[in-house]
Every structure is written in structure tokens, then in C-alpha cells.
């Protein structure tokens, strides 16, 4: 069974930094692509990044320059690294992975603020 356990979010000020990790089991993670959503309060889910088998990614416009997501293959881990947040970067981030079918982790908070 596919399991994706999310990490690293907290309470940051804005021009901060913070690094997700997404660690990934029951699957060969190496073999699929995997991103991030994020969903703030009251809005819809948005992609934020996502990252190719290959190693191709690719990150929504409101983040590009800021925000760099990559992988351990060895590992079995997905990363999102976040630098320079602004409070409109708060929300639940979720790590998925398309297998088959699209599996999701539970979420991990990132907020904002001074």
C-alpha cells in the first residue's frame, strides 16, 4: 500500500524559509511522478509543484524563483523548498504521488506571519 507522509511546515515569518519533505512507501518511488498541492483557507487546491520519474519539474507561476521542489530517489523522499514566503503562501501542503491512481498524504500546515 502507498503511504505518503508529509513534514516541515510551521509557523515562519515572512522572508522566511522552510524546506517540505514527503517521504513515500509501498511503492518504487523512483519510477513515478510525484508534487505538491496546497490549499489555503477558503480556496480551492492548487498545484504548486510537481516533479517528473526523470527529474523534469515544474512550478506554478506564484512560486516560480521562490519555491524548488526535487527528489531522493534513494531515499524515497520528495522535497519542496521554500524560500522567501509571503503570507499569501499559507495553506495545507499536500505531497501526491500518480500511481496508477493519484495517492495523497495527509497535509502538512505552513503559515505565514508576523
Known amino acids: 500500500q502507498v503511504q505518503l507522509v508529509e513534514s516541515g511546515g510551521g509557523l515562519v515569518q515572512p522572508g522566511g524559509s522552510l524546506r517540505l519533505s514527503c517521504a513515500a512507501s509501498?511503492?518504487?518511488?523512483?519510477?513515478?511522478?510525484m508534487g505538491w498541492y496546497r490549499q489555503a483557507p477558503g480556496k480551492q487546491r492548487e498545484l504548486v509543484a510537481y516533479i517528473t520519474s526523470g527529474g523534469r519539474t515544474n512550478h506554478a507561476d506564484s512560486v516560480k524563483g521562490r519555491f524548488t521542489i526535487s527528489r531522493d530517489n534513494a531515499l524515497n523522499t520528495v522535497y519542496l523548498q521554500m524560500n522567501s514566503l509571503k503570507p499569501e503562501d499559507t495553506a495545507l501542503y499536500y505531497c501526491?504521488?500518480?500511481?496508477?491512481?493519484?495517492?495523497w498524504g495527509k497535509g502538512t500546515l505552513v503559515n505565514v506571519s508576523s
Open positions: 501526491y504521488a500518480d500511481v496508477a491512481r493519484r495517492y
Open positions: 509501498g511503492v518504487i518511488f523512483s519510477a513515478y511522478p
